[in-house]
């Protein structure tokens, strides 16, 4: 089993940045890929950025250019952060975090970002 925890969300001001952070723990060796899915209400869940195998990266089409995804692995733990810059309103969502394992996924709680115009 796989346990993800996310932090670093919050209520910040259009053009600001924020952090998101969500750390792995458990069966970590079945992680192939890392990453950050976001709801916004009403809307479907769409991929913001994931890491895979530690090499590659992918970006959904609305943040490219304005987020940037990184890992860190250690022994008993995987890290992934979500560097958010040049926020904008449409960027309101609630944010997921989210591990590919073996036959299976795993997903955070959420964490809220809101952004205000």
């Known amino acids: 089993q796989v346990q993800l925890v996310e932090s670093g969300g919050g209520l910040v001001q259009a053009g600001e940045s924020l952090r998101l952070s969500c750390v792995a723990s458990?069966?970590?060796?079945?992680?192939?890929?890392l990453g950050w899915y976001r709801q916004a209400p009403g809307k479907q869940r769409e991929l913001v950025a994931i890491?895979?195998?530690?090499?590659?990266?992918?970006?959904g089409i609305s943040v490219k250019g304005r987020f940037t995804i990184s890992r860190e692995n250690a022994a008993n733990r995987n890290t992934v952060y979500l560097q958010m810059n040049s926020l904008k309103p449409e960027d309101t969502a609630v944010y997921y975090c989210?591990?590919?394992?073996?036959?299976?996924?795993?997903w955070g709680q959420g964490t809220q970002v809101t952004v205000s115009s």
């Open positions: 989210y591990a590919r394992g073996y036959r299976k996924d795993h």
């Open positions: 890491n895979v195998n530690g090499v590659s990266t992918n970006y």
């Open positions: 458990g069966s970590i060796s079945l992680i192939d890929a």
